[in-house]
């Protein structure tokens, strides 16, 4: 306990440190308040666009200056040019440092003006840290929201985008609308990224009547209840990055960096570069979420029949006997009595046998779906409603963290179809990965990021040693009331639900609103059948309800009210005492009754979520208690409690709904949290490692693609001339026949024709070698029996395919660069393969695994694109030039290609000029 005290001592003084540090640049900004509050609108407006002016022309001579020490450009890659990049980076910071404390004055004032909310001092040091690029940890309903605005404002005033990263599409609009009002009246822009809409901030928009229905409804679906739509205008997505300030979700971003990594033209590109971001609920986004990466994915051919013959036979299995699993892992395995079986239903004399992989995969993953996948537990399965009225049913994934549903996410490796097999659903098509990233990887590539959250501190590990921000807590605005009472411990699951609806009827009857933490939705119910017994009234969020997930959480605060809901629900939505347009008398009745009470039914796997919990209550200074019920039966004490402990049930002589104070007991508990933390820590580390291999040369890949995408004339020629070289060097009969066909067919045509069949063929090379990627992922693990390092392994066999795969990208541009004047006939198909882009095709996804099935590679992929330029069937089972075929010809009168909305022989665009002549 000594210890304990010691340490919060610590983190006063740290906290009162930074404080008393900061303070000079608090005192600053509060000073320039009398000098800003005497501006009219138009004055503060032209205040803000002239301190932009004068930090551009800051920039622009700061880098003047560094531009006459600035490496020659023909230095290719040196640390010259990176350290210039660094200086560069240093020198902006620099600059918006000393402009910092007007820059934040604007805000406040402007805050105060639009919103009646002006920025407290401990705000205004959240603000400093994160424009830092640190986390800065702040307690829930603090106002983060607002927070942000500070460093997001000054850091926009460079004219590169700032990026807002918020949990869900209703949070991105929420604060963007919210936000919105301070950053147009100091004359910036604001874009909003949902998953199938675009905005920008907009005064004067006015919906139309049709698309605030159908928006209306978008809303109720992402849980929202308030947000003022008439703010939004519908724009691309390519306007919406051009704000200077941008809202989303990690998905979005995420996605949108692999979709501009697919596309054909320079008009497609969305994003901008990735310059500043700051992460809201940032332990939730990067840590949670960022166990698995981001795919993007088109439909592969597998036969249903499997899955169905599997998930039958599966069924017949029994556990301990056929099989066994081990939860902790969610892995099973087959014991010999179940392979038995399998050899005999499926008539194989050894099923073990080389031949059998894919086999043997559909069996282990069948029995996986049986044995560790629960419905209404890991999944539910839904009635999706479809276009021509009927509905299709669907299993969709349940978060285990939110115990949110994750509709349009699916578990890779054929788990998701063996499940749906099992259920019964049709069995949806397997797909093959095309492009993916994890969030890790995604984030690192800002140049400065920031994060904010409610529970940072107790990942402050991992979040220095992977993305490199250092955990800064800030003091509460106002002195927390909030009581946070210890454990009370059961020896069962019953017991515990039974005192626990006891406390709830006592709290009921007196009038404070109760807000019930599960860790599952399928405890969610259990715990309401408990209150129903009992005739307690109370709101219940379930998957199935979750659409109203901000409404139930945001009414959570009124007088009476009991509510159940996952631990993590609502995240980020405001709970009011009284609710949310309480009078200030009904709020002041609820506080007096003692606030907000929560109850957590179990302890979370991570501290940080129970904390999470915990922070619903007391915001702001209002009055909340707070309190676990665990029983020795949970499934944390179960699976990872120790045997010690285990045997102490039986020592207990106390009724069952008689809680104890057990200091081991609760130690146990937070041993085995500590336990599975750094059990996922280490799952991370391990995604992330194999990762980065994959991230080193996805990095090359794409920056060469990207490179050649934008280029055009002159720089497209040298570009080209250089790959050339190295290809003459090996084939040096093609010097000539280059030569000759330039003079044929124009430089410009010639290299704009190399520009599509190069990006083309870098695609084709780098999807195979993602696949060729993931099946020696799993090759390597067989191999760590042999003694050796699976990572090792993995990085040596992945360096040497790809440079392989480099060899063979060359010796097939070589190829086609021969039979240029058959590509040249065939234009028109060409022309068509872009035009019908990736976009219909593919679908997004997030799978929870980063390991994929054995599966074909294609490696005569070459042979294939020559025969899809002729028109041919092909033979491979690539969808994406298959896509051609449902293409037609272009003509001068149609759209063009370009996606400009403009006729072909209107649209000024370069990459398709060649239709216009
Ligand atoms: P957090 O994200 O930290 O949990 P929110 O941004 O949701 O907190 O804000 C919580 C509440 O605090 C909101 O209702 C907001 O209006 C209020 N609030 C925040 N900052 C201020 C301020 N400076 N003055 C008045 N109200 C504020
Ligand atoms: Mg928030």
């Known amino acids: 306990m000594s210890i304990l005290s010691g340490l919060s001592k610590i983190f006063k003084s740290e906290s009162e440190r930074l404080m008393k540090k900061l303070n000079p640049v608090v005192e600053e900004i ?138 869900n599409d209703y949070l991105s609009k929420r604060d963007a609308v919210w936000m919105g009002k301070i950053y147009d009246m100091l004359g910036l822009t604001v874009g909003i990224l949902n998953h199938q809409s675009s905005f920008l901030y907009d005064r004067e928009a006015i919906i139309s009547e049709q698309e605030k229905v159908k928006d209306d409804k978008e809303v109720k679906e992402e849980g929202a209840f308030k947000i003022e739509n008439e703010f939004l205008k519908k724009v691309s997505r390519r306007e919406a990055y051009q704000a200077d300030i941008v809202y989303g979700t990690n998905n979005e971003f995420g996605f949108d960096y692999l979709r501009d990594n697919l596309v054909y033209s320079t008009e497609q590109l969305v994003q ?51 099989y066994s699993k081990d939860e902790k892992q ?128 107790t990942s402050e590990e991992e979040f220095y040693k992977v993305y490199g921000l250092p955990v800064t807590t800030i003091p509460c605005h106002q002195i927390n009331q909030r009581n946070d009472q210890s454990d009370a411990i059961f020896q069962t699951e019953k017991g515990k639900l039974q005192a626990l609806t006891k ?91 003692g606030g907000l009470c929560v109850i957590g039914t179990e302890r979370h796997e991570a501290r940080r979520i129970d904390n999470q919990l915990r922070g619903r209550s007391g915001r702001q200074g209002d009055n909340g208690v707070t309190q676990f ?84 004339s002159e720089d497209l020629q040298n570009i080209f001339t250089e790959i050339l070289q190295e290809i003459y060097l090996i084939k040096p009969d093609l010097e000539n026949f280059v030569s000759e066909k330039i003079s044929e067919y124009s430089p410009e045509i010639f290299f704009q024709v190399l520009k599509n069949i190069y990006l083309q063929i870098i695609d084709q090379y780098f999807m195979a070698h993602l696949e060729h990627m993931d099946y020696i992922r799993s090759s390597v693990n067989l191999r760590a029996y042999g003694q050796r390092d699976p990572l090792v ?8 395919t790809y440079k392989a795969m480099l060899e063979k990208i060359k010796l097939d541009f070589y190829d086609f660069i021969l039979k240029i004047d058959l590509v040249m006939q065939n234009l028109q198909t060409q022309k068509i393969m872009q035009a019908s882009h990736l976009k219909n095709q593919i679908k997004n996804q997030s799978t929870n695994s980063a390991t994929k099935s054995l599966t074909n590679n294609s490696n005569n992929s070459s042979e294939n694109f020559a025969n899809n330029l002729e028109n041919k069937e092909s033979p491979s089972q690539n969808n994406l030039l298959r896509r051609t075929e449902e293409s037609k010809k272009i003509g001068r009168n149609d759209p063009c290609p370009c996606q400009s909305g403009k006729k072909v022989k209107k649209c000024s665009c370069l990459e398709f000029e060649f239709l216009r002549k």
């Open 272 to 322: 901008r570069e990735h310059i500043f971001a700051i992460v809201d609920e940032v332990d939730s986004i990067l840590i949670d979420e960022s166990r698995t990466p981001l795919i993007i994915s088109n439909e592969s051919a597998e036969s249903d029949e499997l899955y169905k013959r599997f998930a039958k036979f599966a069924q017949k299995l029994i556990e301990d006997e056929d």
């Open 503 to 593: 406390k709830i009827k006592e709290l009921n009857v007196k009038g404070q609103p109760v807000l019930i933490g599960t860790i599952s939705i399928q405890k969610n119910e259990m715990v309401s059948k408990y209150l129903e017994r009992e005739n307690i009234p109370h709101n219940i969020l379930n998957a199935k309800n979750h659409e109203r997930e901000g409404e139930i959480i945001a009414m959570a605060g009124k007088k009476s009210a009991v509510t159940i809901a996952t631990n993590m629900a609502g995240r980020g939505v405001d709970i009011k005492l009284g609710g949310p347009n309480a009078s200030q008398k009904e709020r002041e009745e609820v506080n007096n009754l």
């Open 793 to 800: 392994e993995y990085k040596k066999e992945g360096l040497i």
């Open 629 to 712: 019920y665990v029983s020795l039966e949970d499934d944390l004490m179960r699976i990872f409690g120790s045997e010690g402990i285990k045997s102490m049930m039986h020592k207990f002589g106390l009724p069952e709904d008689m809680p104890i104070e057990s200091k081991i007991v609760s130690r146990a508990l937070e041993g085995a949290q500590e336990k599975i933390e750094s059990f996922y820590f280490d799952a991370r580390k391990h995604t992330l490692q194999y990762d980065d291999v994959l991230n080193h040369q996805r990095k090359s890949i794409y920056e060469r693609r990207r490179k050649i995408l934008i280029s055009q």
């Open 30 to 167: 509060l000073n320039l308040e009398k000098e800003l509050q005497n501006l009219s609108d138009s004055e503060l407006k032209n205040k803000s666009l002239d301190l932009k002016q004068k930090i551009l022309n800051e920039i622009q001579i700061a880098e003047n200056n560094l531009q006459l020490k600035k490496p020659n450009h023909k230095v290719h890659n040196s640390d010259a040019k990176i350290n210039f990049q660094n200086q560069s980076l240093i020198l902006r910071q620099e600059i918006l440092n000393l402009n910092l404390p007007l820059a934040f004055a604007l805000v406040r004032e402007a805050a105060n003006r639009s919103l009646g909310m002006k920025h407290y001092a401990v705000q205004l040091v959240g603000g400093i840290i994160l424009h830092r690029g640190q986390i800065a940890e702040m307690r829930t309903g603090e106002g983060k929201t607002l927070v942000a605005t500070l460093p997001a404002y000054l850091n926009a005033l460079t004219g590169q985008g700032v990026h807002i990263v918020t949990v």
């Open 330 to 457: 969610k892995a099973i395995s087959l014991k010999a009595a179940g392979i038995e079986k399998a050899e005999q239903e499926f008539n194989l004399p050894n099923f073990y046998a080389a031949e059998n992989v894919k086999l043997i995969h559909h069996l282990e993953t069948a029995v996986r779906a049986k044995a560790l996948f629960l419905a209404e537990k890991s999944y539910v399965v839904k009635d999706i409603p479809q276009e021509h009225g009927s509905a299709r049913k669907e299993v969709i994934i349940v978060d285990e963290f939110t115990g949110r549903m994750q509709p349009g996410r699916r578990w890779s490796d054929g788990l998701h179809q063996a499940i749906e097999a099992k259920e019964n659903v049709p069995i949806q098509k397997e797909s093959k990965t095309i492009a993916s990233i994890t969030f890790q990887n995604y984030f690192r590539f800002y140049k400065k990021l920031a994060g904010m959250s409610g529970t940072a501190k």
